[in-house]
């Protein structure tokens, strides 16, 4: 019998629905028998096709308090990952600041989302937080002996891909390490089931802007509720969950709605009902982009980060150029005065998809395993 080489994926934790996440279980596609090693992994929080995965655990997962709360362990983080064992021959590391120091057997692939935000972008990842809030606090004093670990631990992989050129650059800032850029695929596929939404069946007469991000501080989601405060004749729902979710929720006009815990088919009915998407974060990637570009919906995006790898202005979306409610307002109506192709927009989601996405990680695994070199300054080939 042939041994074929062991492929392992790692991530940070398994607690939520968002980009990352679903560039894992494209990961998982791409090994279907490689088993997935995370800190924490909460079944409830995170998409139910993990379910049907070998899923592999350090003993913080067994804390319910941490499952429903990851950023409770950030003291225990660095030495849980350090004791986490990889037993693979190429270990895929899905990381934005922990899975990149797992222990490992055999070779690591990094393919890196962001350097860890709260040591290196952490203004933007605390927001309004005060100084006396317990994570800042907390960051405060572990600060600098987690950046140790953290460089050490991008140290030891042996090669490292980066998910856009925002990220490209931190990685070099951060770490001193070249990384290529590998655009991840649209995660949600447009074929796939709908099921219309309850809180929103009332909406469905006309389409409605739309925001998909996780309610965190530095997403600016409240920028895109004040825009539309001064649009009442306009409608903006907000698909996403996080700890902005009650100050969000109590700050909306009347004329935005936030929904929580969307299923994949209830994000397809919603997409296939919107008329635009209103993308106001810093983000690593501009996944939601394709998303919707993918619906035939055109975007208006910050200029800014990720959305610089997947925007083309007035092909599939428009810019504005700082993150307020001005400037949304006036893109929209940009937006609103220019005429899209649903054809156009669809073909510019192509070009980012799964096939070429998961045939460049493979590639980049069997030259980790041959000990070939197969960089490449583009992104991969769709």
Request: charged share 25%; hydrophobic share 40%; with cysteine.
């Given at each position: 019998?042939?041994n074929?080489?062991?492929?392992?994926?790692?991530?940070?934790?398994?607690?939520q629905?968002?980009?990352?996440?679903?560039v894992v279980?494209?990961l998982?596609?791409?090994?279907?028998?490689a088993?997935?090693y995370?800190?924490?992994?909460?079944?409830?929080?995170?998409?139910?096709?993990?379910a049907d995965?070998e899923?592999?655990t350090?003993p913080?997962?067994?804390?319910?308090?941490?499952?429903?709360?990851?950023r409770r362990?950030?003291?225990?983080?660095?030495?849980v990952?350090?004791?986490l064992?990889?037993?693979a021959?190429?270990?895929?590391?899905?990381?934005?600041g922990w899975?990149?120091?797992?222990?490992?057997?055999?070779?690591?692939?990094?393919?890196?989302?962001?350097?860890?935000r709260?040591?290196?972008?952490?203004?933007?990842?605390?927001?309004d937080?005060?100084?006396r809030?317990?994570?800042?606090?907390?960051?405060?004093v572990?600060t600098?002996?987690?950046?140790?670990?953290?460089r050490?631990?991008?140290a030891?992989?042996d090669?490292?891909?980066?998910?856009?050129?925002?990220?490209r650059?931190?990685?070099a800032?951060?770490?001193?390490?070249?990384a290529?850029?590998v655009?991840?695929?649209?995660?949600?596929?447009s074929?796939?089931?709908?099921?219309?939404?309850p809180e929103?069946?009332?909406?469905?007469?006309?389409?409605f802007w739309l925001v998909?991000?996780?309610?965190?501080?530095?997403?600016n989601?409240d920028?895109?509720?004040?825009?539309?405060?001064?649009?009442?004749?306009?409608?903006?729902?907000?698909?996403?969950?996080g700890?902005?979710?009650?100050?969000?929720?109590a700050?909306?006009?009347?004329?935005?709605?936030i929904?929580?815990?969307?299923?994949?088919?209830?994000?397809?009915?919603?997409?296939?009902?919107?008329?635009?998407?209103v993308?106001?974060?810093?983000?690593?990637?501009g996944?939601?982009?394709l998303e919707?570009?993918?619906w035939?919906?055109?975007?208006?995006?910050?200029?800014?980060?990720?959305y610089l790898?997947?925007?083309v202005?007035?092909r599939?979306?428009v810019f504005?150029?700082e993150?307020?409610p001005?400037?949304?307002?006036?893109?929209?109506?940009?937006?609103q005065?220019?005429?899209?192709?649903e054809?156009?927009?669809?073909?510019h989601?192509d070009?980012?998809?799964e096939?070429?996405?998961?045939?460049r990680?493979?590639?980049e695994?069997?030259?980790?395993l041959?000990?070939?070199?197969v960089?490449?300054?583009?992104p991969?080939a769709?």
């Amino acid at each position: 019998m042939t041994n074929r080489p062991r492929v392992a994926i790692a991530h940070d934790y398994l607690t939520q629905r968002g980009g990352a996440e679903r560039v894992v279980l494209a990961l998982s596609r791409a090994f279907p028998e490689a088993p997935i090693y995370t800190t924490i992994y909460d079944p409830e929080g995170t998409f139910p096709d993990f379910a049907d995965r070998e899923i592999v655990t350090s003993p913080l997962s067994r804390i319910p308090a941490l499952r429903h709360d990851h950023r409770r362990a950030l003291p225990l983080l660095a030495p849980v990952s350090s004791r986490l064992r990889v037993d693979a021959d190429v270990t895929v590391a899905s990381s934005s600041g922990w899975a990149h120091g797992f222990a490992t057997t055999g070779r690591t692939l990094v393919y890196c989302h962001n350097p860890a935000r709260w040591l290196y972008q952490a203004d933007e990842y605390l927001g309004d937080a005060g100084r006396r809030s317990p994570t800042r606090l907390a960051l405060g004093v572990l600060t600098t002996p987690l950046r140790r670990w953290d460089r050490r631990a991008a140290a030891r992989a042996d090669r490292y891909l980066a998910n856009s050129g925002v990220v490209r650059e931190r990685v070099a800032r951060a770490y001193g390490i070249e990384a290529d850029v590998v655009p991840p695929p649209p995660g949600l596929d447009s074929s796939g089931p709908q099921e219309a939404h309850p809180e929103l069946a009332a909406w469905a007469d006309r389409p409605f802007w739309l925001v998909v991000s996780r309610l965190l501080p530095y997403k600016n989601v409240d920028v895109a509720l004040e825009a539309f405060r001064g649009r009442p004749g306009e409608r903006l729902v907000v698909v996403g969950a996080g700890p902005e979710r009650d100050r969000l929720v109590a700050a909306a006009p009347d004329n935005v709605r936030i929904v929580s815990g969307v299923s994949d088919a209830e994000l397809r009915w919603i997409y296939a009902h919107a008329g635009g998407l209103v993308a106001p974060s810093f983000e690593d990637f501009g996944l939601t982009p394709l998303e919707a570009n993918a619906w035939g919906v055109p975007v208006v995006a910050l200029r800014a980060g990720g959305y610089l790898d997947t925007v083309v202005e007035g092909r599939s979306g428009v810019f504005f150029d700082e993150p307020t409610p001005a400037a949304v307002g006036a893109a929209l109506d940009r937006a609103q005065q220019h005429t899209w192709s649903e054809g156009a927009l669809r073909r510019h989601a192509d070009g980012f998809g799964e096939v070429g996405f998961a045939a460049r990680i493979r590639a980049e695994v069997d030259a980790l395993l041959e000990g070939r070199d197969v960089s490449s300054p583009g992104p991969a080939a769709s």
